[in-house]
């Protein structure tokens, strides 16, 4: 069969980021390193938790992705993230273990392109990592490079000088040959290039630390305060004899301090003030404010340390709360607002805080950037819900009406003993979900809710269970199928305090992946692996129904299966080969996509012959090596447009959903550990067209679900928009393109649009 692939390009911007909707809540978003732009106010970047720098220009208001790094089947991820010295330009480490890909990016910030990258000189060598950097101030070409690797099962630290953008590279530091201590930071003099300082920290022996100078570019070193350890170093910004110095990660016997050099680091001197006891009493980092000098602020893990005199006197603030929701805890690193000097960004271990004081007092910085874990679920049949997973528990989304619930999270800082399964919602009963728990025992037990997670009951219980698959009779929710891999089981809930179950004999080896009821409680599918069987007596006998599947050999797999709800013999399969179709109710199956694995699919409920499928992000550990993207037909797979991973923005997904709108609308939802809720709507009327761009929506809003601001943007003029509530009544009208929307209460709402060409749209608004 004949398929045409329609790819959207790169350069199609605007439509892509309209598309591509940020959906997570921002109460638990995590954001590192965030950074003001040093000339446009209100405008800050920051990192995420994997491979994404992303920017806001509305302090925090709205964000949008503005580069990712590309994942092969390795996992890539941003580390120190810092403005270069002459502020047009972000810096950062590409981490990326054992492989040729460490590196250290600079990023344009007028062209939001990577214009330079330097490339770690010890290559795909066991272990290696490039831990830290640091980049001259006048030439970005001279660069010091604090590299490890594992040599006969030990880690080895050395670090390397380069000139040249790293044509030529010299070795400047080689841990055995000083005793095996190793680095915790370097740094390279602001005021000259060829001054370099190490900061050394634990070692095997009984000797470790110290501060290492170089005045030649790391031909010779002087060793400074010894056997302290150190990590970060903050020069004056016009004294080049003042640089402050902060002890790390302590050994035995050595006392925290601040050192102050006031001859460039001949000779130093503790600053003498009492440090409150934490866990590690380490200094992470030394911040002088750019809009006054005299200002310098130091994050300790649990202290933030404030000098109004140019460290003259020093003022701490102690935080001891355990509430880290709350609570600062372990600084890394901070930002100064370049038009506001006492506003300044913390950036701490899990949320970034934001001060209007200089530091002393703190509010959180929200973001919607979820460090997402487990998977995800939609509900779509008579109420639209989404639940996701995110620190152990689930959170549960109301598409219709925004709201969201948190059930289940845990605090941040605390581990599970728990291995849970992330929540699976019944396809045929609103508010009903099922998730496992198996303990460190082997102790397991299958919960269920009827009331989208606020109350749960055991229903199942054994041992090492891990809930792969559950599947409704749609007649009858109460009649379900539940798979815990390896074993199935199907149960009758009509009384869920009393529930019966019955296990099955499979009718091979293998993992279920998924079930669907063909008609009656005794007449169903299942997929295992890679072959599709079915049932018509409830599981005593099967019959592999898998003609035309016979390309997918042992290495593939079968990840959904689906039944077209407007032509009941019309059967689709995801699968790390494509999308397979069936028009015979499974008798037979014909390939409609072969251009890499899909692992999910789903027809349109409201008109013939459009189908979506989307892909995660799989690195060949177990399952085929996948990327996440998204594709949709509109002619029942002849031919097919497709999202690439690269337009997504190289997401690392841990699952996909698919949910219908209306006839000519789809949204693709992606559960990312970084990004968190990712929505990709698209707009199913392009396909066939050889120019997309032509097609897509003149009008794009933006961040919808909204908190408060709402964007409107458009090629063409707005004349007029006016907000209606779901009973017709009027709300707001005007033109602007920005619009506070934050006195509403939480809903859903309609914003008619009105172009200057007369032309009319009608967009579906959340406001959470």
């Known amino acids: 069969m004949k398929k045409i692939f329609i790819c959207f390009l790169l350069g199609l ?89 460490n590196r250290v990016e600079i990023l344009n910030l007028a062209t939001e392109e990577v214009e330079k990258e330097i490339v770690s000189p010890i290559g795909p060598a066991p272990g290696s990592l490039l831990q830290s950097y640091s980049l001259a101030k006048d030439n970005t070409d001279i660069a010091l490079f604090h590299t490890t690797k594992i040599i006969d099962w030990g880690l080895v630290t050395e670090i390397f000088y380069t000139t040249d953008g790293g044509s030529i590279w010299h070795s400047v530091y080689y841990g055995p040959d000083n005793g095996d201590i190793n680095v915790n930071n370097v740094a390279i003099s602001p005021y000259d290039s060829e001054k370099l300082f190490i900061m050394r920290g634990a070692s095997p022996n009984s000797v470790e630390g110290g501060l290492l100078i170089s005045e030649n570019g790391g031909q010779s070193w002087t060793e400074k305060i010894p056997n302290t350890n150190f990590s970060a170093i903050a020069f004056h910004p016009e004294n080049e004899n003042e640089i402050y110095l902060g002890t790390y990660y302590l050994g035995y016997e050595q006392e925290q301090n601040l050192y102050k050099s006031t001859d460039a680091g001949e000779t130093w001197s503790a600053i003498p003030f009492s440090w409150t006891d934490g866990s590690t009493n380490s200094i992470h980092s030394i911040v002088y404010n750019p809009s006054d000098y005299e200002n310098i602020l130091i994050l300790e893990e649990n202290e ?51 001060s209007n004081d200089g530091g002393l007092t703190l509010e959180k910085f929200k973001s919607p950037f979820l460090n997402a874990s487990l998977r995800m679920d939609i509900h779509q049949n008579d109420e639209k819900h989404l639940y996701y997973g995110l620190r152990n528990g689930i959170v549960h989304l109301n598409l219709e009406t925004g709201e969201e619930n948190a059930i289940g999270l845990l605090p941040l800082g605390q581990m599970s003993n728990m291995n849970r399964s992330g929540a699976y919602a019944d396809a045929h009963k609103a508010g009903r979900l099922f998730f496992s728990n198996t303990a460190m025992m082997g102790n397991s037990s299958l919960f269920m809710s009827d009331d989208n997670g606020e109350n749960f009951s055991i229903v199942y219980s054994g041992s090492y269970l891990f809930l792969i698959a559950q599947a409704s009779l749609p007649s009858n929710p109460d009649k379900t199928l539940i798979s815990f891999g390896e074993m199935l089981v199907k149960m009758d809930l009509t009384d869920s305090a009393n529930p019966l179950s019955e296990e099955l004999m499979l009718p091979s080896f293998g993992y279920v992946e998924v079930m669907l009821y063909d008609g009656d409680e005794n007449t169903f599918f299942i997929v295992q692996e890679n072959k599709v069987y079915k049932t018509e007596d409830g599981g005593q006998n099967w019959t592999d129904v898998s003609s035309g599947l016979e390309n997918l050999t042992n290495d593939d797999f079968i990840y959904d299966l689906k039944r077209n709800p407007l032509n009941s013999d019309q059967l689709a399969i995801a699968t790390s080969k494509g999308i397979f179709i069936s028009n015979d109710n499974s008798d037979n199956w014909t390939q409609i996509y072969d251009n890499g694995p899909m692992n999910r ?32 037909s509109n002619d029942a797979g002849q031919s097919w447009t497709e999202i690439s991973t690269e337009e997504l923005g190289y997401m690392r997904t841990i699952s996909t959903e698919i949910i219908f709108n209306d006839e000519n609308s789809a949204d693709t939802y992606f559960l990312v550990p970084d990004l968190g809720l990712v929505q990709y709507t698209l707009d199913l009327s392009t396909m066939g067209i050889s120019n997309p761009e032509t097609n897509l929506s003149d009008v794009v809003i933006y961040p919808n679900p909204t908190s408060g601001i709402l964007n409107i943007q458009s090629e063409k003029e707005v004349e007029n928009l006016m907000i209606f509530d779901l009973n017709g009544k009027k709300i707001k009208d005007g033109k602007s393109s920005k619009i506070d929307l934050s006195y509403l209460p939480k809903g859903v709402y309609l914003i008619h649009i009105k172009l200057i060409d007369g032309k009319t749209e009608i967009k579906k608004l959340i406001k959470k």
């Open 304 to 354: 933030i340390v404030i000098s109004n005199d140019g460290g003259q006197t020093w003022e701490n603030h102690v935080y001891t709360g355990t509430d880290y929701e709350a609570d600062y805890y372990y600084g890394i690193s901070a930002s100064f607002n370049p038009f506001d000097e006492n506003q300044v960004i913390i950036s701490a271990n899990y949320y970034p805080f934001i």
């Open 601 to 632: 699919v789903e027809f349109s409920p409201f008109v013939e012959g459009k189908i979506v499928a989307s892909a995660r992000f799989e690195d060949g550990s177990f399952y085929p090596a996948s990327h996440s993207k998204t594709v949709f």
């Open 13 to 101: 911007l605007i439509n892509v980021q309209a598309q591509f909707q940020l959906a997570g809540s921002y109460e638990y978003g995590q954001i590192l390193d965030v950074t003001y732009h040093p000339t446009q106010e209100n405008t800050v970047y920051g990192r995420t938790v994997t491979n994404h720098i992303v920017k806001s220009t509305d302090l925090g208001e709205s964000w949008e992705v503005i580069h990712s790094v590309p994942q092969e089947n390795w996992y890539i991820t941003i580390k120190d993230l810092r403005l270069t010295s002459d502020g047009t330009s972000l810096s950062y480490i590409c981490l990326a273990e054992g492989t040729i890909y």
